[in-house]
Antibody, heavy 121, light 111 residues
């Protein structure tokens, strides 16, 4: 059974930092590209960042580029999102998700339950 | 920058058929955009339904199908059930620096 378990969310002041983690099980983590997707309260899904299985390639939405850093530790089957200089508009539920990228197919298959980030003074 | 547009809301009768669509401001949505579809019920994380235009996951109910229709990606629900009432999101693969782009979502009511 695939499980993606996020942690690290909480209340932080504007300009502050948080580090989210996502512990994966039931998948071959080191060969799985992974993504972070967020959802502001009452709003739609918003892609944040992705990373290749090796960690060599990373991708960011313009809204977080330069402030957020995605990384992974394949020895621990764990994905991270370091979030710096947080803004009110970064508030929401952050989901960890597994990408499926093959030669002829692209998709996001499994999702975690999410962790809530609230940026407020 | 790619912007993906969906119908804000749709209503379908129980047992009826409805098609949700996903359009791109860059032009025709093709199989090379690898459109995905997700279902999200209130208070739940998204659940993947369709990937790469029309491929189903092992857990995807048979009543859901994906296709390309009139230059857009489409999700068709045939034989709607009450439990299908949810928000539905499409996702396209940009392949550039902005790897993935979500549509704004469609709120589907079964009534």
């Amino acid at each position: 059974e695939v499980q993606l378990l996020e942690s690290g969310g909480g209340l932080v002041q504007p300009g502050g930092s948080l580090r989210l983690s996502c512990a994966a099980s039931g998948i071959t983590f080191s060969s799985s590209a992974m993504s972070w997707v967020r959802q502001a309260p009452g709003k739609g899904l918003d892609w944040v960042s992705s990373i290749s299985g090796s960690g060599a390639s990373t991708y960011y939405a313009d809204s977080v580029k330069g402030r957020f850093t995605i990384s992974r530790d394949n020895s621990k089957s764990t994905l991270y999102l370091q979030m710096n200089d947080l803004r009110d508009e970064d508030s929401g539920v952050y989901y960890c998700a597994k990408d499926d990228l093959t030669g002829s197919s692209r998709g996001i298959s499994y999702w975690g339950q999410g962790t809530l980030v609230t940026v407020s003074s | 920058q790619t912007v993906v547009t969906q119908e804000p809301s749709l209503t379908v009768s129980p047992g009826g058929t409805v098609t949700l669509t996903c359009a791109s401001n860059t032009g025709t949505v093709t199989s090379g955009d690898y459109p995905n579809w997700f279902q999200q019920r209130p208070g739940q994380p998204p659940r993947a339904l369709i990937y790469s235009t029309r491929s189903k996951h092992s857990w995807t109910p048979a009543r859901f199908s994906g296709s390309l229709l009139g230059g857009k990606a489409a999700l068709t629900l045939s034989g709607a059930q009450p439990e299908d009432e949810a928000d539905y999101y499409c996702l396209v693969y940009s392949g550039g620096a902005q790897l993935w782009v979500f549509g704004g979502g469609t709120k589907l009511t079964v009534l």
